[in-house]
C-alpha cells in the first residue's frame, strides 16, 4: 500500500501562482510514475502532469503546459506542482495519484493510477 497525503491548495485570484505538494509513504519502491489529476465539478477527472520517478521526466496537458511544473525529490518521496499563470478554469479539485512498475499504457490513463490522495481545492477567482 502506498499512502499519498496532498498539501497546498488555496483562493488565488487569476495570474497568481499556488505550489501543491504530495507526500507519499508505505510501499513507495514500486512507484513508476506519480501525477496529477483534477476535477471540476460536474466534470470527468483530467491529467494534468506527470512524472517518471527515476528517470524524471514529465508530461503535462496541453492545458496547463509553460504554466504548470512537477518536479520530485525521491529523498522525501515528495511530488509538487509549481502553478503559475493561473486561470479561472484551473479551479478544481486536485488529485496526486501513483502508477506502479510494470503497468502499461499512457500516463495521462487515470485507471492505471492504483493509489490516490484525498484531493486539495485550488480556486482561481477572476
Known amino acids: 500500500q502506498v499512502q499519498l497525503v496532498e498539501s497546498g491548495g488555496g483562493l488565488v485570484q487569476a495570474g497568481g501562482s499556488l505550489r501543491l505538494s504530495c507526500a507519499a509513504s508505505g510501499r513507495t519502491f514500486s512507484t513508476y510514475a506519480m501525477a496529477w489529476f483534477r476535477q471540476a465539478p460536474e466534470k470527468e477527472r483530467e491529467f494534468v502532469a506527470a512524472i517518471r520517478w527515476s528517470a524524471g521526466t514529465t508530461d503535462y496537458a496541453d492545458s496547463v503546459k509553460g504554466r504548470f511544473t512537477i518536479s520530485r525529490d525521491n529523498a522525501k518521496n515528495t511530488v509538487y506542482l509549481q502553478m503559475n499563470s493561473l486561470k479561472p478554469e484551473d479551479t478544481a479539485v486536485y488529485f496526486c495519484?501513483?502508477?506502479?512498475?510494470?503497468?502499461?499504457?499512457?500516463?495521462?490513463?487515470?485507471?492505471?493510477?492504483?493509489?490516490w490522495g484525498q484531493g486539495t481545492q485550488v480556486t482561481v477567482s477572476s
Open positions: 495519484a501513483v502508477r506502479q512498475i510494470g503497468v502499461i499504457g499512457s500516463l495521462s490513463t487515470a485507471r492505471l493510477y492504483a493509489y
